[in-house]
T-cell receptor
Framework: DAGVTQSPTHLIKTRGQQVTLRCSPK?????VSWYQQALGQGPQFIFQ???????QRGNFPDRFSGHQFPNYSSELNVNALLLGDSALYLC??????????????FGEGSRLTVL | SQQGEEDPQALSIQEGENATMNCSYK?????LQWYRQNSGRGLVHLIL?????REKHSGRLRVTLDTSKKSSSLLITASRAADTASYFC????????????FGQGTTLQVKP
């Protein structure tokens, strides 16, 4: 049973460029959440996708956008990259959306370095 | 913004000793969860405690929750070198659907 898979694992970009990160949720899961984790910090919620729609969004600018496909996989896009966007980007999957957030299953992350 | 604050930020102990990490949070919650992260890799879920529970056990892990003080603790008993990792508490805030708010984490080093 495949867990959450993310690609690429590492990438280097320059300021002003655009990046797309990809995530496949755990089998049987239909909800994907994205988190940004700066070095030495805890993960911060970017947004969540369910039924191909953005359901919740954290305090991130519009440069951060996403998409969910019919097979539940998801992409995170970041435009006009800044040095401060350098971080580990984590994808987490779960089943459904309820008033209580249960256990999240995380991928290994995509480490983005912006030069 | 970070909801949780964890204490201590770093902890170093010998194998066999117990490790205790504390987490404080600010708002009412549905549940509180603890996750583990090895060397900047993905997070692994350890345990979830609901707002109406006070204590929960899972193997060598014991979690307590005090909603009146808005705090939680994670106890790892008989620690092993393999327990070396960063540990994060995460809250599911009441009224919020689908997102967890993480603390800044405690880095635990267990020396063999």
């Amino acid at each position: 049973d495949a867990g959450v898979t993310q690609s690429p694992t590492h990438l280097i970009k320059t300021r002003g460029q655009q990046v797309t990160l990809r995530c496949s949720p755990k089998s049987g899961h239909d909800t994907v959440s994205w988190y940004q984790q700066a070095l030495g910090q805890g993960p911060q919620f970017i947004f969540q996708y369910y039924e191909e729609e953005e359901r919740q969004r954290g305090n991130f600018p519009d440069r951060f956008s996403g998409h969910q496909f019919p097979n539940y996989s998801s992409e995170l896009n970041v435009n006009a990259l800044l040095l401060g966007d350098s971080a580990l980007y984590l994808c987490a999957s779960s089943y459904g959306t309820t008033s209580n957030t249960g256990e999240l299953f995380f991928g290994e992350g995509s480490r983005l370095t912006v030069l | 913004s970070q909801q949780g604050e964890e204490d201590p930020q770093a902890l170093s102990i010998q194998e066999g000793e117990n490790a205790t990490m504390n987490c404080s949070y600010k708002t009412s919650i549905n549940n509180l969860q603890w996750y583990r992260q090895n060397s900047g890799r993905g997070l692994v879920h350890l345990i979830l405690i609901r707002s109406n529970e006070r204590e929960k056990h899972s193997g060598r892990l014991r979690v307590t929750l005090d909603t009146s003080k808005k705090s939680s603790s994670l106890l790892i008993t008989a620690s092993r070198a393999a327990d070396t990792a960063s540990y994060f508490c995460a809250t599911d805030a009441a009224g919020n659907t689908g997102k967890l708010i993480f603390g800044q984490g405690t880095t635990l080093q267990v020396k063999p």
